[in-house]
């Protein structure tokens, strides 16, 4: 699908169709009463991401770009603002789940009413700017497309019947990753950040060079048997492997696990994993997910390596990086996404998202873009850490090798993976 900004009419006319009609699919297996829970602050309702996405649309596009444009309810713009502040005032983020209307129903009508009104300028997009801003748009549903899944993951597995989001996808054949290997790399000034060409967000630029020193990057990622070891070797209880904020959250918060693991009460010893497709044994095949940057460092240490940086992980992605595991419409006719084993070497995107040693901040010369718009990524630049490569529940098309996705270093709901890096 092309968004690059540079589409003709008929194309942003199919690329827009494509996206709302996959968040509807995605909520279309969920009843109200799963699309309005919050199970905790940083999770938001199904109905929320849907009507949010909306007021995008409608906020930044119809009413910049639509003479005489009137909003479908004036007090949508309080209830469906995240975070935008020269918008206005916004519902409180953690009250989110208290909003029981408006229900799904009259939300369907407001993303109908605003698909409508879309309509007449996406097939007359020469307004300057307005192409991009409208693809700009669809990028931003695509990245709620994947909280819409972690969300209702979160939310289910706070339910003890373990209800799936939709059946396990059929077991295809038997498959172990490889070895684990090296890609080296021997350093010297690389061009890292996006070259200009297609959709970029404002995060990725601009362009700059960095010298790197010798590295190898491992060419799978961390699997669930890899972390099974470290559990067993009393990683979550040995403090020298920990950062000092790290090693408070796991004693404040008892973890031994990563998050949606269980002991199995009927086999002692074996572990489970809450998933899309409700509660399965853990798989020591499979890239091990759902862990905070605090325990992705603290494992990097335990092994005597480290995590890439993200200048460490680009520069090896965009030569020799591969990899399939995204969210699509094959994907979820055949069952419910999940990171699936590595059954090649350097299948570097989807699966999981990997954490990189790097804070989020600005690249040299970034500037983030006038108006509320400018809101968008440059105001996080603080307290998050970056990961790189996609996971299964990303849009399919939706990355590449420099996007940049960022979060707090305690955060566990996002499908977070592990890849090491070594010093030669």
């Not at 469906?80 to 009259?106: K, Q, T, W």
């Not at 209800?163 to 290997?181: D, E, F, I, T």
């Not at 699509?328 to 996404?337: N, Q």
């Amino acid at each position: 699908m092309d968004m690059s900004g540079r589409t003709t009419p008929s194309g942003l006319v199919e690329a827009y169709a494509a996206v709302r009609a996959t968040t509807e699919r995605l909520a279309s297996v969920l009843s109200a009463e799963d699309q309005t829970v919050q199970s905790m602050p940083d999770v938001s309702p199904t109905k929320w991401h849907r009507a949010h996405v909306t007021w995008f649309f409608e906020t930044f596009v119809l009413g910049e770009y639509m003479p005489g444009y009137r909003p479908y309810d004036d007090a949508f713009a309080y209830i469906f603002n995240s975070y935008y502040e020269a918008v206005g005032a916004r519902h409180p983020r953690p009250e989110r789940g208290l909003l029981s209307r408006p229900g799904i129903d009259e939300i369907g009508r407001y993303r109908a009413a605003v698909d409508e009104a879309m309509d007449a300028l996406l097939r007359d997009p020469d307004q300057p700017g307005l192409a991009d801003l409208i693809v700009l748009g669809l990028h931003h549903e695509q990245q709620h497309q994947e909280l819409l899944l972690m969300d209702i993951k979160h939310v289910l597995s706070k339910n003890p019947l373990h209800p799936a989001y939709l059946p396990p996808a059929a077991a295809g054949a038997a498959s172990h990753p490889p070895k684990a290997g090296w890609l080296e790399h021997d350093g010297g000034l690389v061009e890292l950040g996006h070259r200009g060409s297609g959709f970029g967000f404002d995060n990725e630029y601009p362009r700059h060079t960095v010298n790197l020193v010798p590295f190898g990057l491992a060419d799978r990622p961390v699997t669930c048997g890899d972390w099974l070891s470290f559990m067993e070797d009393d990683g979550y209880r040995r403090p020298e492997f920990w950062l000092s904020d790290g090693w408070a959250v796991v004693n404040a918060q008892s973890w031994e696990a990563p998050l949606y693991w269980q002991r199995d009460p009927d086999q002692p010893g074996r572990w489970l994993q809450f998933t899309l497709s409700g509660l399965r044994p853990v798989d020591p095949d499979e890239p091990v997910c759902h862990v905070s940057y605090y325990e992705a460092d603290a494992f990097a240490h335990w092994t005597g390596m480290r995590l890439p940086t993200e200048s460490e992980w680009e520069t090896i992605a965009d030569a020799h990086g591969d990899g399939d595991n995204f969210l699509s419409e094959r994907v979820l006719e055949g069952g419910a996404p999940h990171p699936r084993p590595a059954v090649t070497a350097n299948a570097m995107f989807g699966d999981t998202w990997e954490w990189t040693s790097n804070a989020y901040s600005p690249y040299p010369g970034f500037r983030a873009a006038p108006g509320a718009v400018g809101e968008y990524n440059g105001k996080f630049m603080v307290s998050q850490y970056v990961l790189r490569g996609g996971s299964c529940v990303t849009p399919e098309g939706h990355v590449r090798a420099t996007y940049r996705n960022f979060f707090p270093p305690g955060a566990r709901w996002a499908f977070g993976g592990v890849r090491l890096a070594r010093d030669p």
